[in-house]
Nanobody
Framework: QVQLVESGGGLAQPGGSLRLSCAASGIIFNLYAMGWYRQGPGKQRELVASITKSGNTNYADSVKGRFTISRDNTKNTVYLQMNSLNPEDTAVYYC????????WGQGTQVTVVS
């Protein structure tokens, strides 16, 4: 059974940083691309960043230069380092993997307030 468990969300001030983690189980982690999505209040879920099994990355324009996605295949974990946060980054952040079907974590809340 595929399971994704996010952690690391919380409150941050504008300009601050947070690091999200997503621990995966039930899959051969190093065979799959991983993604981070977010859903802000009243908004649709959107792709924030993705990383292929070989480590190639892709970012939404809104987070380029501020967020970094990485993975540690020895820990079956994908990370999202978020710097220079602003209130528009406030959202629930979800980890995602496609293994035949889409699998999602439970989400972790990130709130950026001054």
């Amino acid at each position: 059974q595929v399971q994704l468990v996010e952690s690391g969300g919380g409150l941050a001030q504008p300009g601050g940083s947070l690091r999200l983690s997503c621990a995966a189980s039930g899959i051969i982690f190093n065979l799959y691309a991983m993604g981070w999505y977010r859903q802000g209040p009243g908004k649709q879920r959107e792709l924030v960043a993705s990383i292929t099994k070989s480590g190639n990355t892709n970012y939404a324009d809104s987070v380029k230069g501020r967020f970094t996605i990485s993975r540690d295949n020895t820990k079956n974990t994908v990370y999202l380092q978020m710097n220079s946060l602003n209130p528009e980054d406030t959202a629930v952040y979800y980890c995602n993997v496609i293994v035949g079907a889409n699998y999602w974590g439970q989400g972790t809340q990130v709130t950026v307030v001054s």
